[in-house]
């Protein structure tokens, strides 16, 4: 029996070590797109020397200042985002759940529009700080409505919490936008989505929550596994499902408030990414969560230099073009095989 | 296990309800339900027509209502009422749009924005604005025609040998969010005073709506009524896992296509007139659905529900900030949210979808 199964095994490992090899390369080249694609154009040679030996040139100072913090954004907010809908999607049973759905992005919001609105706050590092305690709140609020009565927090009723909650604060949300036209052109540029404009500072802010947030997903990945199971199967495998599930759920909030913090609401990658991720690699999540750490940030740098180049001289947002490149990719996927609901 | 046999077999909780030949079940709870709800619906219908600018006592009111002379009939018959019978329509069709779409979908978190239908509507109509076309009389058109396009979009692309819920929701939501990024595009491209009226749009509102927009949702409403009769049953074989159903002789395909087209119908009819409130879909079924426990999300009681929540919603977004008006929209999900939060809390269904 055990010689029987062992070839498959050994080809689904292979396939999937190919597979990782592969988005570990499409990563690497584009960063260097992401370095080199612009309004001013750099080889890729000029490109590596400038990071490896500096320089002085205005091309170097252009992929210094501007590029590698945007390109650096961009790799962050890709893979939190990505890892977050994953994390999510996995807690709550559901395909449809990212952190847009269950109302975490819609935290973030309300704490920029509000800082906007309300304390005076006009730079995006300053937004940052709201960003996170909105989304640290719409969850806690969320998980509070899913565990109280009886049975707990069920999938159902955290995917269900998390749509109210989330209908709440976007009425939130549209109160302050609709009475306060000020609030809503400045607001409405942010919530587009976009890595461009950002410093270094920003990096500074956001990368030690990234950590965070990973090391917090990486744990969970077996007990995601078990829960996939349903939740009995889950405890008899002896998977605290409880510690899973907030663990995780701790987890998708720091990465979201960071992604969301540092790039504004970008929709797509949160959902599709974990979608995609799965149809390459299957569902185990030790495989599919390093996949979708490498797929988002794919996705989200050539959506950010595609967005550079499409309508010269203005930019289209990253947060704009994400969506427009990846549906053809989604649709694809989803249609080339049954989805593992 | 002997049963009458003229008693019938009746599960628990139904009632057995005998019209001439014909019997059918009703379920005793989902009637005490949709009972309470109109009531209440007609006591918030009374109070909505009741306060205003200037208050009308309920006796008034009531004259206007049965045609007698009365000297409110301005204020409550030509400004209130038809402003009100939008709402109660735009409510009654998003809510059974949203129950409809989250039956095929098999899934809770969907609605008609899920599957394309808001953003399709919005991406057109907010295109549109862009451009300059502001006329109200081409614009619910527009909405209605962006609405279908996109969910027809959708249908095409997840049909493959059949449709899959899963597959349907997944494609219908990229293809969602694809569109409200083009929404956004347009958004940062116009000017502030476009993209502030595009927003009181996208909240849904129904300032300066009469009956000439009350009257041909109406009809549309009319027709579709028989659609939706028939989707009452059809909802209970969809209900059941694919094999099932397809060994029971169910038409999958068919009857999801049906299900789908009633409830974009709908969902597109009422963008149209009253913009897209979204979240009226999303949370009248499941509100519904929770308080009357049935296995299905019962379509009239999530009409009900909705076209309380947006009546009641008007009236708070009429009044809170006076003389101001806050579009509908801001507050449906401040009614309604709220609502489903407590029945989850005190629920006692935990793992029901």
Redesign the interface.
């Known amino acids: 029996m055990r010689a029987a199964t062992s070839h498959p095994r050994r080809a689904l490992v292979t396939r999937r070590i190919g597979w990782t090899a592969a988005a570990v390369a499409a990563l690497l080249l584009s960063v260097l797109l992401s370095l080199a694609v612009g309004a001013r154009t750099t080889a890729p040679s000029e490109v590596i020397d400038v990071l490896l030996h500096g320089g002085h040139s205005d091309a170097a100072e252009v992929v210094r200042t501007m590029r590698v913090p945007r390109t650096l954004i961009g790799l962050m907010v890709g893979a939190a985002l990505a890892l977050a809908g994953t994390v999510l999607q996995g807690i709550t049973r559901n395909p449809i759940a990212d952190p847009g759905i269950l109302g975490i992005s819609q935290g973030a919001s309300v704490g920029v529009v509000l800082a906007i609105a309300f304390a005076g706050i006009h730079s995006l590092s300053g937004y940052v700080w709201f960003a996170f305690a909105g989304a640290a709140l719409a969850s806690v609020a969320v998980y509070a409505v899913a565990a109280s009565g009886r049975g707990g927090a069920t999938p159902v009723k955290l995917a269900l919490g998390g749509a109210a909650i989330n209908a709440l604060l976007a009425s939130v949300t549209m109160a302050v936008l609709t009475t306060q036209a000020a609030a809503l052109d400045e607001f409405r540029f942010w919530q587009v989505g976009s890595v461009a404009g950002r410093d270094a500072e920003v990096v500074g802010q956001i990368w030690p929550f990234l950590l965070a947030g990973v090391v917090l997903v990486a744990s969970v990945a077996r007990g995601l596994d078990a829960l996939a199971l349903g939740e009995d199967v889950a405890k008899g495998l002896g998977q605290n499902v409880a510690t899973v599930r907030i663990v995780g759920g701790i987890g998708a909030t720091v990465l979201t408030g960071a992604g969301v913090a540092a790039a504004g609401t970008i929709a797509f990658v949160g959902l599709a990414v974990p979608h995609i991720a799965r149809a390459i690699v299957g569902s185990d999540h030790r495989w599919v969560l390093p996949m979708a750490a490498l797929i988002g940030p794919v996705m989200l740098l050539v959506s950010d230099v595609v967005g550079r180049i499409v309508f010269p001289p203005g930019e289209v947002p990253a947060g704009v073009m994400t969506a427009l490149i990846g549906v053809p990719f989604l649709v694809a996927l989803v249609r080339r095989k049954a989805v593992p609901a | 296990m002997t049963t009458d046999a003229t008693a019938g077999v009746r599960p628990a909780g139904y009632a057995l309800v005998r019209a001439g030949r014909g019997r059918f079940l009703l379920h005793r709870r989902a009637a005490v339900v949709a009972g309470s709800l109109a009531l209440v619906l007609a006591g918030v219908c009374v109070a909505y027509l009741c306060v205003g600018e200037s208050s009308v006592p309920p006796a008034e009111v009531l004259k206007v209502l049965f045609g007698q002379p009365s000297a409110n009939e301005l204020v409550v018959g030509t400004l209130r009422l038809p402003r009100m019978t939008v709402g109660l329509l735009v409510g009654a069709a998003f809510a059974v749009a949203g129950a409809l779409i989250q039956t095929v979908a098999r899934?809770?978190?969907?609605s008609p924005d899920?599957i394309g239908v808001s953003q399709g509507a919005s991406a057109l109509t907010v295109g549109a604005m862009t451009f300059g076309i502001t006329s109200y009389a081409v614009l619910p058109y527009l909405s209605v025609a962006g609405g279908v396009l996109a969910a027809a979009l959708v249908y095409a692309?997840?049909w493959?040998g059949g449709l899959?819920?899963?597959?349907f929701?997944?494609?219908g939501?990229?293809?969602a969010?694809?569109l409200?990024?083009?929404t956004?595009?347009f958004?940062?491209k116009g000017d502030?005073l476009v993209?502030?009226q595009a927003?009181?749009w996208m909240?849904g509102s129904l300032n300066g709506r009469g009956w000439d927009e009350a009257a041909p949702l109406a009809w549309v409403l009319l027709a579709m009524l028989p659609a939706v009769l028939w989707a009452t049953r059809a909802q209970r074989s969809v209900s059941l896992d694919d094999d099932t159903a397809t060994a029971l002789g169910v038409r999958l395909g068919r009857v999801r296509l049906g299900l789908v087209l009633t409830g974009v119908v709908l969902a597109s009819v009422a963008t149209g007139t009253a913009g897209p409130v979204d979240?009226v879909a999303?949370?009248a079924p499941?509100i519904a659905r929770r308080m009357t426990r049935t296995a299905q999300i019962p379509l009239l009681c999530s009409a009900l529900t909705g076209a309380l929540v947006v009546v009641l919603a008007d009236l708070l977004a009429k009044r809170l900030?006076s003389p101001?008006e806050?579009?509908v929209?801001?507050?449906?999900?401040?009614v309604?949210?709220?609502y489903?939060?407590w029945l989850?809390?005190?629920?006692?269904?935990?793992?029901?979808?």
């Open positions: 899934n809770p978190l969907a899920i692309f997840a493959r899959h819920a899963t597959r929701v997944l494609i939501i990229g293809f969010i694809a409200r990024s083009i956004h595009l958004l940062t502030y993209a502030q927003q009181i909240t979240f999303l949370l499941q900030l101001t806050l579009p929209g801001v507050l449906t999900a401040a309604g949210a709220p489903l939060i989850i809390v005190k629920g006692r269904t935990g793992g029901k979808a």
